[in-house]
């Protein structure tokens, strides 16, 4: 009879003991994974975060570099167009003058050139509706923003004899912009779905092993005690 409480009580110490080291060893494992998932979100939120200002500042240089070789071609083709108009304002040959405004308007940004001679008034124009067209002035139902337009003077023999202005548009460096943003944000989409099926892959790592781990404690503790008390 005495042995039978004895048994009984070293069994009811085995077990308190076990479930006191397993709920110990838990919260320390509960602890432990909250910190390591903690650190697993932050660091790929990192990484993207940086990828992202990468990726913004580069299209930010991209437009610049755009532009700036965009203005490069709309300048040397003013340069060409003045000096050749400048003859034909000065000869008055208006007829000579689409062919040249045909071929100045190879630029795809080009939306229209106008040539107005020495007293302001229209010798000649070219735009595009949607192909390119030329006649003596650009229709009022043509919109054209003057903030987008270069413009200069025909000289001949460093004598003024009319004006040359050039129209153009950014649509081709916005789709080029807007499709390199499109292209970021998928790769944003498919960084995080990588790294949301790799965390979680890990979450559930580490839960099956935390209970396999207290799991193994709990037996592994009544057993010792068994042999120890």
């Given at each position: ?23 110990i ?21 990192l ?14 240089e ?37 062919a ?29 509706n949607p ?10 139902d043509?919109?054209?923003d ?5 413009v ?46 790799s ?14 781990i ?16």
């Amino acid at each position: 009879m005495t042995e039978s409480k004895n048994n009984k009580k070293r069994y009811t110490i085995s077990f308190k003991a076990s479930v006191a080291c397993s709920i110990i060893v838990l919260l320390l494992l509960t602890i432990s994974s909250a910190i390591s998932i903690k650190l697993q979100f932050s660091v790929p939120e990192l990484i993207i975060s940086t990828f992202e200002h990468y990726q913004k500042k580069s299209l930010e240089e991209d437009s610049s570099r755009l532009e700036q070789s965009l203005m490069n071609n709309l300048n040397a083709n003013l340069e060409i167009c003045q000096s050749v108009a400048a003859d034909f304002l000065y000869n008055w040959q208006p007829d000579s003058l689409p062919a040249l405004l045909k071929s100045c308007m190879k630029i795809d940004a080009v939306t229209a050139i106008k040539v107005i001679d020495a007293k302001g008034k229209p010798f000649g124009a070219s735009w595009r509706n949607p192909d390119i067209t030329t006649g003596s002035n650009i229709p009022e139902d043509i919109k054209l923003d003057e903030s987008l337009s270069i413009v200069g003077d025909a000289l001949y023999e460093n004598d003024k004899v009319g004006i040359v202005r050039i129209y153009f548009n950014k649509d081709n460096i916005n789709q080029q912009i807007d499709s390199r943003q499109e292209k970021t944000k998928e790769a944003i989409e498919q960084f995080h779905g990588l790294f949301s099926t790799s965390i979680n892959k890990s979450i559930r790592s580490q839960v099956i092993i935390s209970a396999l781990i207290v799991i193994a404690l709990i037996f592994t503790t009544v057993i010792c005690l068994n042999i120890i008390v």
